[in-house]
C-alpha cells in the first residue's frame, strides 16, 4: 500500500463509511474543487476558476483507498480520513486537503 502520510490522531474511513460519505455526494474543497461521486461510480473533478472538468469511474478498495480511472488513461487513488473532526484528503505525494463542511 500507498504512504499517505497519515498522521497521529487522523482515523482512517473503513470502506462502508466511505460508501456512505461518498456515493451520491459532491465533495468541495477550499479551493472550491469539486469531487462528484455519482451513484452509478461516474466520477467528475471540476477544478476552480472554470478550470475545466476531469471525467472517470471511482470505486473504493479493499484497504479504504477511492480510487478513480480517468477517461484519459490516468488513474489514482486517494485516502480519505478524519482529522480533528474534519474530512481530509490526502494524496499518495503526502498532500492533505481540507473539506468544506
Known amino acids: 500500500a500507498q ?5 497521529e490522531g ?10 456512505i460519505r461518498l456515493r451520491g ?8 474543487g469539486k469531487s462528484e461521486y ?3 461510480n461516474r466520477y467528475t473533478y471540476t477544478y ?3 478550470g475545466g472538468t476531469a471525467y472517470g469511474y471511482w470505486r ?9 480511472d480517468f477517461v484519459n488513461g490516468f488513474a489514482r487513488c486517494d485516502v480519505y480520513v478524519l482529522s480533528d473532526g474534519r474530512l481530509m ?4 505525494g503526502g ?4 473539506v468544506r463542511p
Open 10 to 19: 487522523d482515523t482512517l474511513l473503513d470502506p462502508a463509511a466511505l460508501e
Open 48 to 50: 476552480a476558476n472554470d
Open 3 to 7: 504512504d499517505y502520510a497519515v498522521r
Open 38 to 40: 455519482y451513484d452509478d
Open 89 to 92: 484528503l490526502l494524496d499518495a
Open 60 to 68: 473504493i478498495a479493499e484497504d479504504g483507498a477511492v480510487c478513480v
Open 95 to 98: 498532500s492533505r486537503f481540507p
Open 25 to 32: 455526494q459532491v465533495v468541495t474543497f477550499y479551493d472550491d
